[in-house]
């Protein structure tokens, strides 16, 4: 069990940076590159398929890491995180701006990944006092 738990983390934190790369390359790449507009890859709704497969394996890590370390802090954080990548993809560049959306985006999963990867150390640490 721990082994999926500890995968499912890190499957959040690398999607979760996923999301971050998403939004600072895209335009770079697509100034840089325009021809490459028709990929899926630079389509708005991408970004939108990280968040749907981020909040699913999140919530299964940090519901099943809770019953091992009982940190309620890492709920709320993880639920602000999710919350905040929701709010950029539902309002988008067109009701945030590029600014908010790409910060949103930042921030959402930076706490994203900072609650699993201390997941990750709170069930490592209560196993080890079991």
Not at 1 to 20: H, P, Q, R, W
Not at 27 to 42: D, E, K, R, T, W
Request: glycine share 8%; aromatic share 12%.
């Amino acid at each position: 069990m721990n082994i999926l738990l500890d995968f499912s983390d890190k499957t959040a934190v690398g999607l979760s940076f996923a999301c971050v790369m998403h939004c600072i390359a895209v335009p770079i790449v697509l100034i840089a590159l325009p021809s490459l507009s028709g990929f899926f890859a630079f389509d708005e709704h991408f970004h939108l398929w990280l968040v749907f497969a981020v909040i699913p394996v999140s919530l299964l890590a940090i519901t099943f890491g809770y019953f091992n370390h009982y940190n309620k802090q890492l709920f709320f954080i993880s639920g602000v995180g999710m919350s905040m990548l929701l709010a950029a993809v539902v309002f988008g560049h067109d009701g945030l701006g590029d600014v908010g959306e790409i910060g949103l985006t930042i921030v959402g999963s930076a706490l994203i990944a900072y609650c699993h990867l201390r997941n990750i150390a709170l069930r490592k640490r209560s196993i080890q006092t079991q």
